[in-house]
T-cell receptor, first 113, second 114 residues
Framework: DGGITQSPKYLFRKEGQNVTLSCEQNLNHDAMYWYRQDPGQGLRLIYYSQIVNDFQKGDIAEGYSVSREKKESFPLTVTSAQKNPTAFYLC????????????FGPGTRLTVT | GDSVTQMEGPVTLSEEAFLTINCTYTATGYPSLFWYVQYPGEGLQLLLKATKADDKGSNKGFEATYRKETTSFHLEKGSVQVSDSAVYFCALSDRDMGRRALTFGSGTRLQVQP
């Protein structure tokens, strides 16, 4: 089955540690995205990538980094510089043509204490 | 910039009631519009979409019509079920902006009681 996988489902880290969230897709989509969701709020864009080896900052990129070395993979690193890292992180992808609908992974809930 | 405004929740309905969740938008170009649904602890699932004015998106009994004159995309369902309980997000993708990411509303929680 085609889809987007994110791992792990739950992640716990101590303050001051960097942590990397995995996102893999087998939909052959060109574009991939990372969003952050806080309780009772909508999704905010962290980073996006429209093609391999290229990515752009979204609205809340500070304290995060990404890479796009393969079409299928778009890992997100939450660095110690991110002031409020505890959140639900969602990865998405899209074909990049047509109506630009995005398909989402199941999410990773990160808790930093 | 682009923005999406949704009615605040929670919306609480009895089973078989009629549902409307309001959504209005502001965009500089000609957006595509989407409704996504999120069940507890899960990612978002695309519910329906519309790509141009007067288009009606529909899926699983849900409908929404792209109204350019009122910049709205209200979600409706004639008879809700307990299994429809979830958070619903309205979103737009403004093709003219180039980056092709989605702008989301804050979500509306729907609770359907048996």
């Amino acid at each position: 089955d085609g889809g987007i996988t994110q791992s792990p489902k739950y992640l716990f880290r101590k303050e001051g540690q960097n942590v990397t969230l995995s996102c893999e897709q087998n939909l052959n989509h060109d574009a991939m995205y990372w969003y952050r969701q806080d309780p009772g709020q909508g999704l905010r864009l962290i980073y996006y990538s429209q093609i391999v080896n290229d990515f752009q900052k979204g609205d809340i990129a500070e304290g995060y980094s990404v890479s796009r070395e393969k079409k299928e993979s778009f890992p997100l690193t939450v660095t110690s510089a991110q002031k409020n890292p505890t959140a639900f992180y969602l990865c998405a992808s899209s074909a990049g043509t047509g109506a630009y609908e995005q398909y989402f992974g199941p999410g990773t809930r990160l808790t930093v204490t | 910039g682009d923005s999406v405004t949704q009615m605040e929740g929670p919306v609480t309905l009895s089973e078989e009631a009629f549902l409307t969740i309001n959504c209005t938008y502001t965009a500089t170009g000609y957006p595509s519009l989407f409704w996504y649904v999120q069940y507890p602890g899960e990612g978002l699932q695309l519910l329906l979409k519309a790509t141009k004015a007067d288009d009606k998106g529909s899926n699983k009994g849900f409908e929404a019509t792209y109204r350019k004159e009122t910049t709205s995309f209200h979600l409706e369902k004639g008879s809700v079920q307990v299994s429809d309980s979830a958070v619903y997000f309205c979103a737009l993708s403004d093709r003219d902006m180039g980056r092709r990411a989605l702008t989301f509303g804050s979500g509306t929680r729907l609770q359907v009681q048996p």
